[in-house]
């Protein structure tokens, strides 16, 4: 395996007991995988039963192999009735910036508007009774 075909994944699963993990990794070690970190396993409630199950226990394994394995991997992790869901993907790469093909534009902040013209409070003039209202809306629809 050389080190430059070498890439890096991340594996985040629901299993429904502690002792599953060991398999997901011998999986993992079957397809000459080197595991580079394990992440605790805690048991959560799920928002909806998965293979109806309303609990499971979720954890992720940091591994290193070659891409053409890792199709492989996933065939085999999607058989095991063990797995209730597993996701497979690269890490971010953190700790590097790629430098940006163009420049970075800076927000300035934006400063509020005053009115030019202060607001005035709308104030009827007159009551007008229902005759007269009738009277003033047959004016208008003439």
């Not at 309303?54 to 290193?64: K, L, N």
Request: charged share 30%.
């Amino acid at each position: 395996m050389d080190e430059k075909d070498v890439k890096n994944y991340e594996i985040g699963f629901l299993i429904k007991d502690e002792s599953d993990a060991q398999e997901i990794i011998k999986t993992i070690g079957d397809y000459k995988a080197t595991i580079t970190n394990e992440g605790p396993i805690k048991r959560i409630q799920l928002a909806y039963p998965i293979k109806k199950q309303t609990s499971a226990c979720f954890g992720y394994i940091f591994f290193s192999i070659l891409p053409e394995n890792i199709i492989k991997l996933n065939d085999s992790l999607k058989i095991n009735s063990k797995i209730l869901r597993f996701l497979i993907i690269t890490p971010p790469i953190i700790g590097t910036s790629l430098p940006s093909s163009r420049p970075v534009r800076k927000i300035s902040p934006v400063k509020p508007i005053k009115p030019t013209q202060p607001i005035k409070k709308f104030e009827p003039t007159q009551i007008l009774s229902n005759e007269a209202l009738e009277r003033k809306l047959e004016e208008i629809l003439k």
